[in-house]
């Protein structure tokens, strides 16, 4: 049976998001930098590459 995965990053203090959210700025402002890991640079980092991996095996839709 195929999986579905929810990717989300969440802060050690609990945002999904910078302040100031809207259509212009989905993240907010600054909101990126909380996603690097898997959208910036830093995706490319072998750590990195197997948890997305590792998160994506198997998964039959993603919601994003």
Do not use: C, F
Not at 7 to 35: R, T, W
């Amino acid at each position: 049976m195929p999986r579905t995965n929810l990717s989300m990053s969440i802060s050690a203090d609990g945002y999904v998001a910078g302040p100031h959210q809207d259509e212009a700025n989905p993240l907010g402002v600054g909101g990126k930098s909380l996603h690097g890991w898997h959208i910036g640079p830093e995706k490319d980092h072998p750590v990195n590459q197997r948890v997305v991996s590792d998160m994506m095996d198997g998964i039959g839709a993603t919601i994003m």
